[in-house]
């Protein structure tokens, strides 16, 4: 009897031990597979990261041996780091309830997010042909139809890089029009702009064979200007923002001597903020208007070649005029020319 005791309690801890290594089994394979999942998991999250980063690397390799055989007026933007030009030193309130649509030019300000309270409408390679049907980035409307979404007390206007190539400044600016008056039928009561072509490199401009010249930009530039004349909108002027005395940009602010870096666009923007204007007849080039050139001969006059005009506000004598420095569909040719830089010039007169 005392035997089969023991013996039921040997087959007891038998069991009891059976039991033990058959959960520690299940444990251990509980285990061994969330370690194989884990380590899968990170393997394809490994995958995918050094994919992207080499599928990056070669697209931009590809991109830099594409500008150095030729350079693309519609290439991506490059946001370089380490700029020089604080962005403190911009007047960012100038731009706040703004919206700029258009092109590469007005993709570099979203990528290096120096106007956080402008709206950016913008595509890169865009143009005056596909802004009405091509969306722009990270989004399903149109870049023009954008600006349904929304009243804006400015709209910023950036196209031209892309349709140098085709050498048609006048049908461009016709295109052009078309497009300013699309704006005023969807924002009333904004101020449009047309933003300029910013000069490009020396060595882009003399190795271009797709209309990326200088000589070029200028021609399409004067039709720009021309076009805000007899539109009454106002002209920014990049391209004198940036230009050299020799009419080109700086060597080493572009990767690819095209598209700007961060310190061009806020010398740019600030530039803009306190020149920009309505242009009138005076402001054309004499060969473009057929004149003698007697401005030139009048001393003390304000350079019809480079007005420094703005629209910030500037003091009034009483509140009844400076209404007339509010945001209007429609502004009246030279209302703020005059006011901004007679003021000026009045008191430094004085």
């Known amino acids: 009897m005392a035997m089969s005791q023991r013996m039921w309690r040997r087959e007891q801890e038998r069991k009891r031990r059976e039991r033990e290594r058959r959960a520690r089994r299940r444990r251990n394979c509980v285990l061994i597979v969330m370690l194989i999942a884990a380590a899968a998991i990170a393997a394809v999250c490994l995958r995918y990261c ?26 991506a933007v490059e946001v370089p780091s380490g700029a020089d030009i604080p962005v403190s030193s911009l007047d960012t309130s100038f731009f706040d309830d703004s919206a700029f649509i258009g092109n590469a030019l007005a993709d570099g300000i979203s990528a290096y997010g120096i106007l956080p309270n402008s709206d950016i409408y913008a595509r890169v390679g865009i143009d005056l042909d596909n802004a009405y049907t091509t969306a722009a980035d990270n989004d399903s409307m149109s870049v023009v139809d954008q600006l349904k979404s929304k009243n804006f007390s400015k709209v910023f206007l950036c196209f031209g890089e892309s349709e140098l190539a085709s050498n048609d400044a006048s049908g461009f600016a016709e295109k052009y029009m078309e497009l300013i008056e699309k704006v ?33 930009i200028l021609g399409y530039n004067d039709e720009l200007k021309r076009l805000a004349v007899e539109e009454e909108v ?8 940036l230009a050299d005395e020799d009419g080109y940009i700086e060597s080493g602010v572009s990767a690819d001597g095209i598209n700007l870096n961060r310190d061009c666009y806020i010398t740019m923007l600030n530039y803009i903020a306190d020149n ?9 080039s004499d060969d473009e208007e057929g004149g003698s050139g007697e401005d030139e001969e009048n001393e003390g006059t304000e350079p019809t070649s480079r007005p420094r005009s703005t629209e910030r506000p500037t003091s009034e004598p009483d509140g009844e ?17 005059d006011s901004a830089v007679s003021g000026r010039n009045d008191s430094a007169e004085e």
């Open 184 to 216: 005023k039928s969807y924002q009333h009561g904004a101020r449009i702009y047309v933003v300029s072509i910013p000069p490009v490199t020396r060595e882009v401009s003399e190795s271009s064979s797709s209309g990326v010249t200088i000589s070029n």
């Open 321 to 337: 005029d400076h209404e007339e420095s509010t945001a209007s569909p429609r502004p009246t040719v030279n209302v703020l020319k």
């Open 50 to 75: 050094t994919g992207g980063t080499q599928t990056q690397s070669g697209a931009g390799q590809s991109a830099g041996a594409a500008v150095t055989e030729q350079p693309s007026a519609t290439a």
């Open 234 to 241: 106002y002209y920014a002027d990049a391209y004198e923002a």
């Open 276 to 284: 920009a204007y309505i242009p009138d007849m005076s402001d054309l």
